[in-house]
Protein backbone atom coordinates (compact mmCIF):
# COMPACT_ATOMS: atom_id res chain seq x y z
CA UNK A 1 0.00 0.00 0.00
CA UNK A 2 3.01 2.34 0.58
CA UNK A 3 4.03 2.25 -2.94
CA UNK A 4 0.61 2.44 -4.68
CA UNK A 5 0.45 5.60 -2.49
CA UNK A 6 3.76 7.01 -3.26
CA UNK A 7 2.51 6.43 -7.76
CA UNK A 8 -0.68 8.32 -6.52
CA UNK A 9 1.23 11.19 -4.52
CA UNK A 10 2.78 11.43 -7.86
CA UNK A 11 0.19 11.44 -10.15
CA UNK A 12 -1.44 14.20 -8.13
CA UNK A 13 1.64 16.17 -7.91
CA UNK A 14 2.04 16.48 -11.89
CA UNK A 15 -1.87 17.59 -12.16
CA UNK A 16 -1.84 19.97 -9.02
CA UNK A 17 1.73 21.32 -10.86
CA UNK A 18 -0.14 22.02 -13.54
CA UNK A 19 -3.01 23.60 -12.38
CA UNK A 20 -0.88 25.59 -10.35
CA UNK A 21 -1.60 29.57 -11.12
CA UNK A 22 -3.40 28.35 -14.29
CA UNK A 23 -6.61 29.68 -16.17
CA UNK A 24 -9.39 27.62 -16.33
CA UNK A 25 -9.54 25.48 -19.55
CA UNK A 26 -11.08 22.53 -21.26
CA UNK A 27 -9.73 19.14 -23.02
CA UNK A 28 -10.05 18.71 -26.89
CA UNK A 29 -10.43 15.35 -27.53
CA UNK A 30 -8.84 13.44 -30.67
CA UNK A 31 -8.96 9.51 -31.52
CA UNK A 32 -5.94 8.85 -32.96
CA UNK A 33 -6.66 4.68 -33.98
CA UNK A 34 -9.37 2.16 -33.29
CA UNK A 35 -8.64 -1.58 -34.08
CA UNK A 36 -9.83 -5.18 -34.00
CA UNK A 37 -7.81 -7.73 -31.80
CA UNK A 38 -5.88 -10.46 -32.98
CA UNK A 39 -7.06 -13.21 -34.78
CA UNK A 40 -10.37 -12.43 -35.17
CA UNK A 41 -10.86 -11.85 -31.65
CA UNK A 42 -14.50 -10.77 -31.21
CA UNK A 43 -15.37 -12.31 -34.58
CA UNK A 44 -13.69 -9.24 -35.73
CA UNK A 45 -16.84 -7.40 -35.25
CA UNK A 46 -16.55 -4.88 -32.27
CA UNK A 47 -13.31 -2.43 -32.22
CA UNK A 48 -11.20 -3.14 -29.28
CA UNK A 49 -7.92 -1.38 -29.69
CA UNK A 50 -8.35 1.92 -28.95
CA UNK A 51 -6.45 5.35 -28.69
CA UNK A 52 -7.32 8.49 -27.24
CA UNK A 53 -6.12 11.38 -26.64
CA UNK A 54 -6.91 15.14 -24.46
CA UNK A 55 -4.91 18.28 -24.95
CA UNK A 56 -5.13 21.20 -23.14
CA UNK A 57 -3.86 24.31 -23.42
CA UNK A 58 -3.31 26.82 -20.28
CA UNK A 59 -1.27 29.93 -18.82
CA UNK A 60 1.20 28.54 -15.99
CA UNK A 61 3.67 31.12 -16.49
CA UNK A 62 2.54 34.80 -16.06
CA UNK A 63 5.05 36.14 -17.91
CA UNK A 64 5.66 33.39 -20.21
CA UNK A 65 4.37 34.24 -23.89
CA UNK A 66 3.62 30.79 -24.17
CA UNK A 67 0.92 28.60 -23.09
CA UNK A 68 2.12 25.32 -20.95
CA UNK A 69 0.41 22.00 -22.23
CA UNK A 70 -1.14 19.27 -20.62
CA UNK A 71 -1.76 16.16 -22.38
CA UNK A 72 -3.52 12.79 -20.90
CA UNK A 73 -3.44 9.90 -23.64
CA UNK A 74 -5.24 6.28 -23.04
CA UNK A 75 -4.12 3.27 -24.88
CA UNK A 76 -6.06 0.39 -24.83
CA UNK A 77 -5.12 -3.05 -27.43
CA UNK A 78 -4.48 -6.68 -27.48
CA UNK A 79 -2.34 -8.67 -28.84
CA UNK A 80 -0.29 -11.99 -29.20
CA UNK A 81 3.01 -12.55 -28.03
CA UNK A 82 5.20 -15.33 -28.94
CA UNK A 83 7.82 -16.71 -26.65
CA UNK A 84 11.31 -18.80 -27.43
CA UNK A 85 14.88 -18.07 -28.16
CA UNK A 86 15.78 -16.97 -24.89
CA UNK A 87 16.99 -19.22 -21.63
CA UNK A 88 14.10 -18.32 -19.05
CA UNK A 89 16.81 -18.60 -15.87
CA UNK A 90 19.36 -16.79 -17.46
CA UNK A 91 18.71 -15.16 -20.41
CA UNK A 92 20.75 -16.50 -23.08
CA UNK A 93 20.15 -15.26 -26.19
CA UNK A 94 19.15 -17.75 -29.09
CA UNK A 95 22.60 -16.47 -30.85
CA UNK A 96 24.73 -16.81 -28.57
CA UNK A 97 26.89 -19.74 -28.34
CA UNK A 98 26.42 -22.85 -27.31
CA UNK A 99 22.74 -24.25 -26.15
CA UNK A 100 19.71 -22.78 -24.98
CA UNK A 101 18.55 -25.70 -22.42
CA UNK A 102 15.72 -23.79 -20.96
CA UNK A 103 13.36 -22.35 -23.50
CA UNK A 104 10.06 -21.53 -23.71
CA UNK A 105 7.79 -21.37 -26.47
CA UNK A 106 4.17 -20.67 -28.04
CA UNK A 107 1.96 -17.86 -27.59
CA UNK A 108 -0.06 -15.99 -25.34
CA UNK A 109 -3.22 -13.33 -25.30
CA UNK A 110 -1.83 -9.78 -23.68
CA UNK A 111 -4.69 -7.17 -23.17
CA UNK A 112 -2.73 -3.69 -22.21
CA UNK A 113 -3.98 -0.36 -20.89
CA UNK A 114 -1.81 2.39 -20.84
CA UNK A 115 -2.24 5.98 -19.24
CA UNK A 116 0.34 8.80 -19.63
CA UNK A 117 -0.12 12.22 -18.30
CA UNK A 118 2.41 14.85 -19.67
CA UNK A 119 3.17 18.46 -18.97
CA UNK A 120 5.14 21.00 -21.63
CA UNK A 121 5.84 23.93 -21.40
CA UNK A 122 8.08 26.42 -24.71
CA UNK A 123 10.70 28.47 -23.70
CA UNK A 124 12.66 31.48 -25.83
CA UNK A 125 12.01 32.43 -29.16
CA UNK A 126 13.05 29.85 -32.29
CA UNK A 127 15.67 32.38 -34.50
CA UNK A 128 15.43 30.58 -37.71
CA UNK A 129 11.50 30.54 -37.67
CA UNK A 130 11.68 34.20 -36.03
CA UNK A 131 8.75 32.77 -33.62
CA UNK A 132 7.66 30.11 -31.77
CA UNK A 133 9.20 28.10 -28.52
CA UNK A 134 13.43 28.02 -29.14
CA UNK A 135 13.17 24.79 -26.49
CA UNK A 136 10.19 22.64 -25.10
CA UNK A 137 10.63 21.26 -21.88
CA UNK A 138 8.15 18.10 -20.66
CA UNK A 139 7.63 15.98 -17.59
CA UNK A 140 5.68 13.23 -17.89
CA UNK A 141 4.01 9.97 -15.95
CA UNK A 142 3.69 6.89 -17.76
CA UNK A 143 1.50 3.74 -16.10
CA UNK A 144 0.82 0.49 -17.79
CA UNK A 145 -1.29 -2.25 -16.76
CA UNK A 146 -0.97 -5.72 -19.00
CA UNK A 147 -2.12 -9.16 -18.27
CA UNK A 148 -0.31 -12.72 -19.80
CA UNK A 149 -3.20 -14.99 -20.76
CA UNK A 150 -3.92 -18.30 -22.42
CA UNK A 151 -3.83 -17.77 -26.05
CA UNK A 152 -7.47 -16.96 -27.81
CA UNK A 153 -6.52 -19.77 -30.10
CA UNK A 154 -6.09 -22.43 -27.90
CA UNK A 155 -6.89 -26.06 -29.28
CA UNK A 156 -8.09 -24.39 -32.20
CA UNK A 157 -5.02 -26.14 -33.71
CA UNK A 158 -4.33 -29.41 -31.89
CA UNK A 159 -0.86 -29.18 -33.16
CA UNK A 160 0.65 -26.17 -32.53
CA UNK A 161 -1.38 -24.74 -29.80
CA UNK A 162 -0.93 -26.20 -26.11
CA UNK A 163 -1.71 -24.39 -23.16
CA UNK A 164 1.26 -22.20 -22.08
CA UNK A 165 0.90 -21.34 -18.90
CA UNK A 166 0.68 -25.17 -17.44
CA UNK A 167 4.35 -25.54 -17.90
CA UNK A 168 5.91 -26.39 -14.26
CA UNK A 169 8.20 -23.28 -14.99
CA UNK A 170 5.11 -20.88 -14.52
CA UNK A 171 3.42 -22.87 -11.72
CA UNK A 172 5.96 -23.69 -9.42
CA UNK A 173 6.12 -20.16 -8.27
CA UNK A 174 10.08 -19.45 -8.46
CA UNK A 175 10.51 -15.94 -10.59
CA UNK A 176 11.25 -16.08 -14.31
CA UNK A 177 14.68 -14.10 -14.67
CA UNK A 178 14.44 -13.67 -18.78
CA UNK A 179 10.72 -12.99 -18.23
CA UNK A 180 9.97 -11.80 -15.23
CA UNK A 181 6.43 -10.12 -16.68
CA UNK A 182 5.45 -13.71 -16.66
CA UNK A 183 6.08 -14.18 -13.08
CA UNK A 184 3.26 -14.71 -10.08
CA UNK A 185 -0.08 -13.60 -11.36
CA UNK A 186 1.11 -12.57 -14.72
CA UNK A 187 -0.66 -9.41 -14.00
CA UNK A 188 2.15 -6.23 -14.34
CA UNK A 189 1.70 -2.94 -13.31
CA UNK A 190 4.83 -0.74 -14.46
CA UNK A 191 5.25 2.91 -13.45
CA UNK A 192 8.11 5.68 -15.22
CA UNK A 193 8.67 9.30 -15.17
CA UNK A 194 10.23 10.82 -18.29
CA UNK A 195 12.23 14.27 -18.49
CA UNK A 196 12.79 15.34 -21.89
CA UNK A 197 13.70 18.67 -23.42
CA UNK A 198 13.77 19.81 -27.38
CA UNK A 199 15.02 22.31 -29.14
CA UNK A 200 13.68 23.84 -32.68
CA UNK A 201 16.13 25.55 -35.07
CA UNK A 202 13.66 24.61 -37.78
CA UNK A 203 10.84 26.62 -40.04
CA UNK A 204 7.80 25.54 -41.77
CA UNK A 205 8.35 25.75 -45.61
CA UNK A 206 5.18 24.50 -46.66
CA UNK A 207 1.89 24.20 -45.70
CA UNK A 208 1.79 20.56 -45.72
CA UNK A 209 4.40 20.32 -43.07
CA UNK A 210 7.33 20.72 -44.16
CA UNK A 211 10.76 21.83 -42.71
CA UNK A 212 14.09 23.34 -43.16
CA UNK A 213 16.59 23.42 -40.14
CA UNK A 214 17.17 20.92 -37.37
CA UNK A 215 15.86 19.70 -34.28
CA UNK A 216 17.17 17.89 -31.45
CA UNK A 217 15.93 15.98 -28.32
CA UNK A 218 17.31 14.13 -25.16
CA UNK A 219 15.21 12.13 -23.01
CA UNK A 220 15.55 10.53 -19.55
CA UNK A 221 13.26 7.91 -18.51
CA UNK A 222 13.39 5.45 -15.08
CA UNK A 223 10.91 3.24 -13.96
CA UNK A 224 12.71 1.95 -10.43
CA UNK A 225 11.44 -1.07 -8.24
CA UNK A 226 10.00 1.99 -5.82
CA UNK A 227 7.90 3.40 -8.11
CA UNK A 228 4.75 1.10 -7.45
CA UNK A 229 6.33 -1.52 -9.68
CA UNK A 230 5.92 -4.68 -7.40
CA UNK A 231 2.69 -4.37 -6.18
CA UNK A 232 0.77 -7.12 -8.30
CA UNK A 233 3.31 -9.87 -9.16
CA UNK A 234 5.23 -10.14 -5.86
CA UNK A 235 8.57 -9.13 -7.40
CA UNK A 236 9.52 -5.89 -9.17
CA UNK A 237 8.43 -6.28 -13.06
CA UNK A 238 10.37 -2.80 -13.68
CA UNK A 239 13.40 -1.63 -12.50
CA UNK A 240 15.62 0.51 -15.32
CA UNK A 241 16.73 3.97 -16.53
CA UNK A 242 16.46 4.94 -20.69
CA UNK A 243 18.76 7.69 -22.06
CA UNK A 244 17.71 8.63 -26.05
CA UNK A 245 19.05 11.01 -28.09
CA UNK A 246 17.71 12.04 -31.35
CA UNK A 247 19.23 14.90 -33.88
CA UNK A 248 17.37 15.62 -36.85
CA UNK A 249 17.93 17.85 -39.73
CA UNK A 250 15.90 18.89 -43.08
CA UNK A 251 16.15 20.57 -46.65
CA UNK A 252 13.16 21.08 -48.45
CA UNK A 253 14.63 21.49 -51.70
CA UNK A 254 12.01 22.98 -53.89
CA UNK A 255 8.29 24.19 -53.97
CA UNK A 256 5.61 23.94 -56.78
CA UNK A 257 2.67 25.79 -55.55
CA UNK A 258 -1.01 26.44 -56.90
CA UNK A 259 -2.47 29.26 -58.18
CA UNK A 260 -4.71 29.58 -54.54
CA UNK A 261 -0.69 28.69 -52.61
CA UNK A 262 -1.92 24.81 -51.74
CA UNK A 263 0.94 22.66 -52.75
CA UNK A 264 1.58 21.19 -56.10
CA UNK A 265 4.87 19.11 -55.25
CA UNK A 266 7.86 19.56 -53.09
CA UNK A 267 10.41 17.73 -52.16
CA UNK A 268 12.01 17.44 -48.87
CA UNK A 269 15.28 15.55 -48.14
CA UNK A 270 15.98 14.75 -44.35
CA UNK A 271 18.26 13.10 -42.00
CA UNK A 272 18.32 11.85 -38.67
CA UNK A 273 20.45 9.99 -36.22
CA UNK A 274 18.83 8.68 -32.76
CA UNK A 275 21.05 6.40 -29.76
CA UNK A 276 20.11 5.87 -26.89
CA UNK A 277 21.10 3.16 -23.69
CA UNK A 278 19.10 1.50 -21.45
CA UNK A 279 20.28 0.25 -17.52
CA UNK A 280 18.91 -1.89 -14.78
CA UNK A 281 18.45 -5.57 -13.61
CA UNK A 282 14.83 -6.19 -14.51
CA UNK A 283 13.67 -4.60 -18.11
CA UNK A 284 9.87 -4.73 -18.26
CA UNK A 285 8.20 -6.03 -21.39
CA UNK A 286 7.72 -2.99 -23.07
CA UNK A 287 10.86 -2.05 -23.05
CA UNK A 288 12.82 -4.60 -24.63
CA UNK A 289 14.28 -3.77 -27.96
CA UNK A 290 15.67 -5.47 -30.41
CA UNK A 291 17.56 -9.07 -29.70
CA UNK A 292 17.38 -7.41 -25.90
CA UNK A 293 20.65 -5.22 -26.23
CA UNK A 294 20.74 -2.19 -24.11
CA UNK A 295 22.54 0.30 -26.88
CA UNK A 296 21.17 1.40 -30.06
CA UNK A 297 22.45 4.10 -32.26
CA UNK A 298 20.44 4.62 -36.00
CA UNK A 299 21.14 6.38 -39.07
CA UNK A 300 18.09 7.02 -41.61
CA UNK A 301 18.07 9.41 -44.71
CA UNK A 302 15.03 10.33 -46.57
CA UNK A 303 13.27 11.61 -49.42
CA UNK A 304 9.67 13.03 -49.34
CA UNK A 305 8.04 14.17 -52.09
CA UNK A 306 4.39 15.41 -51.44
CA UNK A 307 1.81 15.79 -53.99
CA UNK A 308 -0.90 17.99 -54.47
CA UNK A 309 -3.11 19.12 -51.86
CA UNK A 310 -6.87 18.81 -52.89
CA UNK A 311 -10.50 19.32 -52.54
CA UNK A 312 -8.91 20.87 -48.62
CA UNK A 313 -5.63 21.95 -47.55
CA UNK A 314 -5.22 18.62 -45.43
CA UNK A 315 -6.01 16.59 -48.15
CA UNK A 316 -2.96 15.27 -50.22
CA UNK A 317 -0.72 12.24 -50.64
CA UNK A 318 3.07 11.59 -50.12
CA UNK A 319 5.67 9.38 -51.10
CA UNK A 320 8.94 9.19 -48.48
CA UNK A 321 12.25 6.42 -49.57
CA UNK A 322 14.31 6.10 -46.88
CA UNK A 323 18.15 4.27 -46.18
CA UNK A 324 18.10 2.87 -42.57
CA UNK A 325 21.13 1.22 -40.85
CA UNK A 326 20.33 0.23 -37.24
CA UNK A 327 23.23 -0.30 -35.10
CA UNK A 328 22.49 -2.45 -31.74
CA UNK A 329 25.45 -3.32 -28.89
CA UNK A 330 25.51 -3.69 -25.15
CA UNK A 331 24.89 -6.58 -22.80
CA UNK A 332 21.51 -8.55 -23.05
CA UNK A 333 18.79 -7.29 -20.95
CA UNK A 334 17.44 -9.52 -18.59
CA UNK A 335 20.70 -11.61 -18.70
CA UNK A 336 21.77 -12.78 -15.18
CA UNK A 337 25.43 -14.08 -17.00
CA UNK A 338 25.90 -11.01 -18.75
CA UNK A 339 26.06 -11.96 -22.82
CA UNK A 340 27.18 -9.41 -24.97
CA UNK A 341 26.95 -8.75 -28.33
CA UNK A 342 27.36 -6.34 -31.12
CA UNK A 343 24.68 -6.45 -34.40
CA UNK A 344 24.18 -4.27 -37.57
CA UNK A 345 20.20 -4.25 -39.58
CA UNK A 346 19.97 -2.22 -42.68
CA UNK A 347 17.13 -1.69 -44.82
CA UNK A 348 15.69 0.45 -47.66
CA UNK A 349 11.82 1.61 -47.25
CA UNK A 350 8.91 3.61 -48.99
CA UNK A 351 5.99 4.51 -47.21
CA UNK A 352 2.90 6.11 -49.61
CA UNK A 353 0.75 7.88 -47.67
CA UNK A 354 -2.96 9.56 -48.43
CA UNK A 355 -4.16 11.65 -45.90
CA UNK A 356 -8.06 12.78 -46.77
CA UNK A 357 -9.71 15.68 -44.66
CA UNK A 358 -7.40 14.97 -41.34
CA UNK A 359 -9.85 12.08 -41.23
CA UNK A 360 -8.72 9.14 -43.07
CA UNK A 361 -5.26 7.72 -43.12
CA UNK A 362 -4.59 5.16 -45.96
CA UNK A 363 -1.09 4.00 -45.88
CA UNK A 364 1.29 1.26 -47.87
CA UNK A 365 4.49 0.80 -46.61
CA UNK A 366 7.20 -1.68 -48.01
CA UNK A 367 10.73 -2.52 -47.11
CA UNK A 368 13.58 -4.75 -48.51
CA UNK A 369 16.11 -5.87 -45.60
CA UNK A 370 19.60 -6.39 -46.80
CA UNK A 371 21.73 -6.97 -43.79
CA UNK A 372 19.95 -8.82 -41.21
CA UNK A 373 22.07 -9.11 -38.32
CA UNK A 374 21.86 -11.91 -36.19
CA UNK A 375 19.51 -13.35 -38.23
CA UNK A 376 21.77 -13.63 -41.16
CA UNK A 377 19.47 -15.54 -43.22
CA UNK A 378 18.66 -14.13 -47.12
CA UNK A 379 17.42 -10.48 -47.83
CA UNK A 380 13.84 -10.48 -47.75
CA UNK A 381 11.19 -8.11 -48.61
CA UNK A 382 8.32 -6.80 -45.94
CA UNK A 383 5.03 -4.97 -46.75
CA UNK A 384 2.08 -3.88 -44.85
CA UNK A 385 -1.17 -1.69 -45.33
CA UNK A 386 -3.05 0.21 -42.82
CA UNK A 387 -6.15 2.37 -42.76
CA UNK A 388 -6.63 4.99 -40.03
CA UNK A 389 -9.61 6.83 -38.97
CA UNK A 390 -8.64 10.10 -36.73
CA UNK A 391 -11.51 12.02 -34.84
CA UNK A 392 -11.16 14.89 -32.84
CA UNK A 393 -14.19 16.53 -30.47
Known sequence: ???????????????????????SFSFSTRINSVSGGPDGFGMSL????????????????????????????MVFSFSEVSLGNYDYITGEPWWADGQID????????????????????????????????????????????????????????????NPVFLNPVYTSGNPIPAYPWLYGNRINWNNAVRLSSSLYLRRTTTNTDNHTGAYFNLTLEAGPSWLGNSVSSGTSTSNYIKFSAEATEYLTVFVI?????????????????????????????????TDRLRGHFTDKVWLRFTGPQFLAGDCYPYFELSLNN????????????????????????????????????????????????????????????????????
Open 1 to 23: MKKRGIVLALAVFLLSSAFLNAD
Open 46 to 73: FPLGTDFEYNAGFQMIKSSPYKANLEVR
Open 257 to 289: EQDNGWNWLNLELGHTNTGGYIWGDIIPEHQIS
Open 102 to 161: NELEGTYFRPVSQLTVTLSQGFGVNPVAGSGNLVNVSLAYFTRFAMARESINLFSDEDSN
Open 326 to 393: NLYFGSVQNNSISTRGVELRSSVNGEIHLRLFGFIHVNYQFGYNFIKGFDAMKPNWTQSASLGFYVSL
